[in-house]
């Protein structure tokens, strides 16, 4: 058990809204758990003072921070360095303040992807479908590209969204992503958009689930309600489901690892969705 001093390092989400995130409680978790004299707090960070609590961050010298909606992209002009990855992605949502030097990482895809591999499901050589073409969309394209899916396709309910993502990921990665349902089945099926989180849950951003199967995985970004419509249809039709619980739970792991320069225990997944979570 630790106790807050002067040798307390800080870290922070910084997002707006930013109240309601889980960050603080998993990343406090793991802090005391390990005895890390770390303490995490929720900063709300308006669009207009961005540039000024990103130089906050090497003023104060706070140790690292989290970034959400709806600075990801625009944080990224205020950053010394950028990752690769992040770089790909487009999207940033972990600062790591390394003696005034601010380098971005995104987390999230690879929180994502880490949690599918988590239940077995895996990516190389598969027949991916992603619903909704929003912020949370463009990282997981780019990853799953990367990490050569046979086929990625994005449907969305304004297409010429779904078209400008799926430019972005030609121009990036040298990937091909269709915007249209053209196979007869798909083996991974995923929900990037908010249709059916709480409190809306009787929305599904889904019609058809005839492409699914008992060989088909489906997940889902969202982890409230813990089985959204869109996974309770795919199960229905035999699919194995994930909801977003494992991503939102990775994503903090790889975090505090770029944050603290170090490896977490492998048993900290399953701990932190039972003590955490309480799942
Ligand atoms: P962001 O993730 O960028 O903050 P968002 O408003 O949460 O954006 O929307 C994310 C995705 O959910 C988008 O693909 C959005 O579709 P549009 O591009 O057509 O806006 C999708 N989405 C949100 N509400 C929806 C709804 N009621 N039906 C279908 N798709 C919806």
Same mark, same amino acid.
Do not use: W, Y
């Given at each position: 058990m630790f106790e807050i001093n002067g040798h307390t390092k800080q870290l922070a989400i910084i997002g707006d809204p930013v109240e309601h995130s889980f960050s603080p409680q998993m990343h406090n978790y793991i802090s005391k758990r390990l005895g890390n004299n770390y303490v995490y707090t929720a900063l709300e960070v308006k669009p207009e003072n961005l540039g000024d609590a990103v130089r906050g961050i090497r003023a104060l010298g706070i140790a690292g921070v989290n970034v959400t909606a709806p600075h990801k992209f625009a #944080?990224?002009?205020y950053l010394d360095e950028i990752d690769g990855r992040a770089m790909q992605y487009g999207s940033v949502n972990t600062v790591v303040n390394r003696n005034g030097r601010l380098t971005g990482y995104n987390t999230d895809a690879d929180g994502f992807y880490q949690s599918l591999l988590w239940e077995g499901i895996t990516v190389r050589d598969q027949? $991916?479908?992603i619903v909704g073409a929003?912020?949370?969309?463009q990282p997981v394209l780019v990853l799953f590209a990367l990490e050569g899916a046979k086929s990625i396709t994005v449907l969305n309910r304004t297409r010429a969204n779904a078209q400008r993502l799926a430019e972005y990921t030609e121009k990036t990665v040298g990937y091909y992503v269709e915007t249209e349902k053209k196979l007869p089945r798909y083996d991974v099926i995923i929900n990037t958009?908010? #249709?059916g989180m709480w409190p809306d849950t009787a929305g599904c951003p889904l019609d058809d689930f005839s492409f699914v199967d008992?060989?088909?995985a489906a997940a889902d970004m969202i982890y409230n309600p813990a089985e959204t419509v869109f996974l309770r249809r795919a199960r229905e039709r035999g699919a194995k489901t994930v909801n977003g619980l494992g991503m939102l739970i990775f994503q903090g792991i790889i975090a505090y690892e770029l944050f603290t320069d170090t490896k977490l225990p492998a048993d900290m997944y399953?701990? $932190?969705a039972k003590e955490v979570f309480g799942k």
């Open positions: #944080v990224m002009q027949d $991916i479908l929003g912020g949370a969309t958009t908010s #249709v008992s060989n088909t399953r701990e $932190i």
